[in-house]
């Protein structure tokens, strides 16, 4: 990552940063033995980092989600996923960037990896629509999956939008109706499918690829049914009272897990995944093949009937009338 991305800090890891800056300083005076002073203060970035991290507003966390210095779909595609060879087009109109999709090997397995990318610098960004799928980036996502289905595959996906596309184009060739395909579709897919929110689950954007037998998501991810922003643009007509949307959505993994959306969190290197990304990819990595081996010894008819009943049990009245 650029020495740009690096650098970039939020308001809230500014006190954290300022400590590690002194610890830098420190460590440069090579010719002074300063280790228990950089012990000390070690000590203080690490505690600082857990209060500051254990005590998040929902708007810090979608913050924390879109950090630039986060891990992409591309980075732990690169990272977790050997031999990995890309699929292009949807057979139809064209190729999108947005979406990435083929198959490779997560240990000794063989996968099929969907995953949305939204790039780092503007000339990916571009590239990428900022992770913004058009409906060609749906169709190869499911191409893949189909494909995968047909030899009993493992299917991977990667979260990491902020909602599918809504432009003029992308609604003209069948934005609602590709998404509504891979949802349907996604059910009948005869192999296991784990899903992984990496960033933002924003939305039908992100459910459609996140029909799972398993859905995961990181520790400061965010996942719902709609961007903050919109949100806020849809109620107040000002999308610059996204923190007050953030913070009525309640979109953080706990509350996914409780109301039964995910089915598991994982947990982020001290500080969030941008902060050790070697570890990121150590942890998805091992979540991912651990759910892939149990998923394999299930019969694929009661896999299905039980990824269609979990679905199905989501937005069940007792659950919310309980919560």
Request: glycine content about 8%; some cysteine.
């Amino acid at each position: 990552m650029s020495e740009l991305l690096d650098s970039y800090t939020l308001e809230f890891e500014k006190p954290v940063r300022e400590l590690e800056e002194q610890i830098r300083e420190l460590e440069n005076k090579g010719h002074v033995d300063l280790s228990k002073e950089i012990k000390a203060l070690q000590k203080k970035v690490n505690g600082l980092i857990k209060e500051i991290y254990d005590n998040l507003s929902p708007w810090e966390r979608v913050q924390l989600s879109r950090h630039p210095s986060r891990p992409h779909a591309l980075d732990y595609i690169n990272n977790i996923i050997s031999d990995f060879h890309e699929v292009a087009g949807d057979r139809h109109f064209a190729n999108d960037p947005a979406v990435l999709a083929g198959f490779g090997f997560i240990g000794k397995q063989k996968v099929a990896v969907v995953g949305i990318q939204k790039g780092r610098k503007t000339k990916e960004k571009v590239l990428r629509n900022f992770g913004m799928p058009r409906p060609e980036g749906y169709r190869k996502a499911l191409r893949v999956m189909q494909t995968a289905s047909r030899f009993n595959i493992p299917v991977i996906s990667l979260v990491d939008t902020p909602g599918a596309y809504p432009g003029i184009g992308a609604e003209e060739r069948g934005q609602s109706c590709a998404i509504a395909e891979n949802l349907a579709e996604m059910f009948d897919i005869k192999s296991p499918i784990v899903s992984v929110v990496i960033g933002e689950g924003g939305s039908g954007g992100a459910l459609g690829i996140a029909i799972a037998d398993k859905v995961l998501m990181m520790e400061y991810s965010v996942y719902s049914v709609i961007s903050p922003e919109s949100c806020a643009s849809i109620l107040w007509a000002d999308p610059k009272k996204a923190e007050v949307a953030a913070n009525s959505l309640q979109i953080g993994p706990s509350k996914a897990l409780e109301l039964g959306v995910v089915d598991g969190i994982i947990a982020e290197p001290n500080g969030g995944a941008h902060k050790d990304t070697t570890k990121a990819f150590e942890v998805v990595s091992k979540a991912i093949e651990t759910e892939i081996k149990k998923l394999l010894k299930e019969d694929i008819e009661d896999l299905k009937n039980s990824r269609f009943e979990k679905f199905r049990a989501m937005g069940n009245s007792t659950i919310f009338a309980e919560n």
